[in-house]
């Protein structure tokens, strides 16, 4: 790669066109890229010779960094790929320069050998070609000198070429503006950036699909206005006029925390992106192997409505994670795999690589610009607004944070496990609340059965709310006082209600039959029995280990904020037989 | 030596009508009235009732008259004569032995023509009579004549009529020839005083309302020994319209010759011609030594011709004939709405400048005889054809039959042209293109490039460096006014750049001059 040198453009006085016909080809190293006061400077040295005098000038300064192409003069947009440094707006296109698409196309224009040539409309000449961009095999883009509207449908043809080709709409006319955009600030490593315009990331004219830009930071000219019309859509709610420059790069070995920015392009002149990317060392994982952690799953199916259980009940989220099992640290890194770089899958009808928040929300929710669906941190997952995520390995219970759809952050509750150690498998096990501290009897009235409930029923109704500290499935004990005790199972329970895998063998009559759920009623499969429980609040318990050939265990506990652990003693009875 | 009128040379008395003798005819009452005549001692007088009269005539030796007299006669009537064309008053002619059968009778004025009072009839003896009995021939005028036609009766006085018509002084020729000495400054006050004196009362100037009123040709000097120094300041000359005059019976003619000083000297004046017959102005007698006319107008005179050595200046001549200013000194003047086919032949000494042609729609404005080089020292053409052609009304007409070349010097207009059989015409109107060029301390730039361009069609008038005193000029073939683009760039490398400018402008006949003031470009590196 050289630098670019002034001599490297032409000037074509018959067509008013200054081109840029030198060997570089994109991407441009930005310190090979010409500025555009250079072009200026030489256009002005080179339009005060007498011979030039019979030619408009090209080009004026309204400032060191705002230029004119005046007096109907043209540059492509190969040409402007090399400029860096100033803005430039064309003025005296209007009526002048026709912009058209063109389809249809058996044999491409080549540039610059069919620049200047007459092209016919149906026939009729109606201009001269000022530059062909090939956008596919049959179709590209023309401009026009001409002051006739080409219109849709019409059949393309150049005198001396074989280029071809149907109008694709009627052609547009008017002026256009280039501004420059420069990026700044600290880049981590040497990543390559890109760009979207109008949903479309930018890139080199022509067939090319990469930017025009060489690595690190960029300093460009971007077509912001064309035919007098500002570009975009409105989409993804980036404004009309807007662009955005992403740093999501995959390929640093240590990971990066990205970065982007949107900036309104609109003014014209020198527009500032800055940008700040930095290591990140939870990114780390080979793309390769990122790419086949395919069982997260984002569904964008919105609202979900969640509870985290932080004893504020369900609320909404617009984007469901399904982790898949998977620890957070692979969560995060997934979530930024679908968003990096090249990612053309659609989220929410956006590609990854242009995702930032929630689609639709842009501008209401913050986004995370160094990963769009949540950063990590501490080994917590901090997610972006919006985002739910679910079904992460037990040992992430608690090492996420959320942002609901409303802006309420979340956290999940603290968890309190019971465990029940050096037991073995059939040992049968059982930890409940008991009446009291260092008591050893079971609180049998920790609820109360509410009204009739009647035998066959699928639920059992309690007096009290059920706290967040009950498992959320296991076994429901009910007294029929001074009669029986049945143990029923549970698959879930809300409010007042414990719903039952089963039915009920008897009628209840509250208040006088009571109900309670031990904590731990199992038996044991390993050496251990582990119960995960939302700490409440401090419980005393009643733990007993039973099986025939040992003696009874039995012993009392408190349940506090990180769990209790019991370690059975297992004595062998010597006695039974 | 004070002014001297010459009535006799170009005049020639007939009778002055103080006695009867040598009249006859049949007149009613035919007598001398010595209480009511213009000259001399008493008039003639005869009366009618309402009716012609019979002709009183007068008897003279035979005299050719073909060669331009004319006959002048004072009448008048007490009544009310009848209009000309009806013959109120009556002038005839007699000719040949048998010349009562051989007569012409002219109507040479009426109620209509003429007002009330003494009245000089004149008459051009080859003029067409309005009656002619038998054959009149004006070669051989015996005797001349007069006669009424009144519309009142005579006034009775008892059985007896007053007479009512009265005629003095007939006389025939050509008008009168003035002489003064070197420095007598005579002018036409002075004529008329001799003029109206009772002696002479030729009717040659007469005077009405200030202005004066000249039947007849004025001879200024002479081409033997005479002398005349003559003067014309803001007078009014005015020649009346008369159908029976001959079309160069007017006119004032200078002479000079080489004994003694002919010096005229015209300012401020206006001389017209109330009818179709002009008044010739031909000042281009040899040997005049001093003739200048500044500031007065000649209207509807016939040609008017001017030699070398002459000076004339600011003055207007409104539809006059064929101007032709030979080698005069002939600025700032004004021709309008010339009466012939072209309104001046230009002379082939560039003695002109600041000529003003304005035409009614009809002629050229100058007519070019021969081949050359002509200079149009600003001169301004108005209501002409626009383009070159065969109108008949373009500015120049040349007749030369060759090669013609009109250098425009001074933003003069650009005159179109209408080529005469094998004639040519090349017209320079040589003005200059002129930018100046400065920074905005007002320093003068050197070596910017300064380029002019017609707007139309883009050729290029001018395209060169500024000299050192920021100027950069051209010269221009100005034809009409015409519209420009300029640019002035200076930004090359190694000096001071600046921004370019352009703009646009238009060549007038003044050429085209701007100052343009170049702001430094920072911009540029």
Sequence with gaps: ?577 | MAINVDGTTNMTDVSMCDSTTGWAGGMSQFALDTGVYVQGTGSLSGWINATTSATEYYAITSVDMSGGDHIYVWMFCSGVVDTQALGGYRVVLYSGADYINNFATFYVGGNDTHGTGWQLMCVDASASPDLETGTFDNTDVIAVGVAFKTLTAAISKGKEYINNCYWDAVRYGTGLIITSGATDDIDYEQIYAVDNNNTYKYGVIQKAYSAYVQTGELTLGGTGTETIDFIMENDVILFPSNEYVDADFYSILPLGNTTNPTYIDLSGSYLKSAGAEKFVFDMSGANINTFVMDGCTLDNAGVCTFTTGQTITNNVFATCGLVTPAAATFTGNKIVNSNVSSAMLYPTTDNTAELEFISDGTGHAILISSTGTYTFDEHTFDGYASTDGSTGNECVYNNSGGSVTINIINGGDTPTIMNGTSASTTVNNAVDITIHVIDEDGNNIEDAQVAVYQTSGDTELMNEDTLSTGIATETFNFVSDTAIYWRVRKSSTGSTRYFPRNGTGTITSAGFSATITLAEDTIIQ
């Design chain 1, 1 to 577: 790669m050289a630098a670019i040198d002034v001599n490297d453009y032409t000037i074509d006085y018959i067509n008013k066109v200054i081109r840029y016909d030198g060997v570089e080809t994109p991407p441009h190293p930005l310190a090979d890229m010409l500025s555009v006061n250079a072009l200026y400077s030489e256009v002005m040295d080179t339009f005060d010779e007498l011979g030039q005098m019979d030619d408009t000038m090209p080009m004026s300064a309204q400032t060191p960094t705002d230029y004119s192409l005046i007096n109907g003069w043209f540059i492509d947009e190969m040409t402007i790929q090399t400029l860096k440094g100033g803005a430039i707006t064309t003025i005296g296109w209007t009526n002048i320069i026709q912009i058209m698409a063109v389809d249809g196309i058996t044999t491409q224009a080549t540039m610059p050998t069919d620049v200047g040539k007459v092209v016919n409309d149906d026939a009729s000449p109606t201009g001269t070609l000022l530059y062909a961009e090939e956008i596919d095999a049959d179709e590209a883009k023309w401009w026009v000198r001409g002051t006739t509207l080409i219109g849709d449908g019409s059949t393309m043809t150049v005198d001396g070429s074989s280029a071809d080709g149907d109008a694709n709409g009627d052609s547009e006319t008017g002026n256009n503006l280039w501004t420059n955009l420069y990026t700044l600030g600290t880049l981590y490593g040497t990543p390559t950036l890109y760009g979207t315009r109008d949903d479309t990331r930018l890139s080199q004219s022509g067939t090319g699909t990469p930017a025009w830009w060489d690595t690190g930071h960029i300093d460009i000219l971007i077509l912001i206005k064309e035919a007098g019309v500002e570009l975009g859509d409105d989409l993804e709610g980036v404004l009309t006029g807007y662009v955005q420059i992403f740093e999501r790069d995959w390929t640093d070995a240590d990971g990066t925390l990205w970065d982007w920015f949107e900036v309104d392009l609109g003014p014209g002149g020198r527009q500032a992106v800055p940008l700040a990317t930095f290591s990140d060392l939870n990114n780390t994982t080979a793309e390769a192997t990122v790419a086949t952690w395919t069982d997260v799953v984002v569904s964008v199916a919105g609202p979900y409505t969640e509870d985290i259980g932080d004893g504020a009940g369900d609320q909404n989220y617009d984007y469901s994670i399904n982790c898949g099992g998977r620890v957070l640290s692979q969560v995060y890194e997934r979530l930024k795999y679908i968003t990096r770089d090249g990612e053309t899958s659609l989220i929410d009808a956006v590609e990854g690589q242009q995702y930032t928040v929630v689609v639709g929300e842009e501008g209401t929710y913050a986004p995370v610009k160094s990963a769009p669906f949540g950063s990590f941190a501490g080994g917590k997952l901090f997610g972006a607004r919006g985002i739910w995520v679910y079904n992460m390995a037990g040992a992430d219970a608690e090492n996420y944070q959320l942002i609901d759809s409303a802006g309420t952050t979340r956290q999940p509750p603290t968890q309190a496990p019971i465990t029940v150690g050096s037991v073995v498998a059939g040992d049968r096990v059982l930890v409940a609340l008991s009446i009291g501290a260092a008591s050893t009897v079971i609180d049998k009235e920790q609820y109360t059965v509410s009204g009739t409930i009647s035998t066959g029923a699928n639920y059992i109704d309690v007096t009290i709310p059920i706290p967040n500290d009950t498992p959320s499935s296991g076994f429901i004990r009910v007294l029929d006082t001074g009669v029986s005790e049945e143990r029923y199972t549970y698959s879930g329970y809300a409010n007042h209600t414990f719903g039952l895998n089963t039915v009920t063998s008897k009628e209840y009559v509250g208040p006088t039959d009571t109900a309670y759920v031990p904590y731990v009623d199992n038996e044991a499969i390993s050496t251990s029995i582990v119960q995960s429980l939302i700490y409440v609040a401090d419980k005393n318990l009643v733990a007993r280990v039973r099986k025939y050939g040992i003696l009874p265990f039995e012993t009392t506990a408190t349940l506090v904020t990180g769990g209790v652990t019991i370690t059975a003693i297992r004595t062998e009875d010597t006695i039974v037989t």
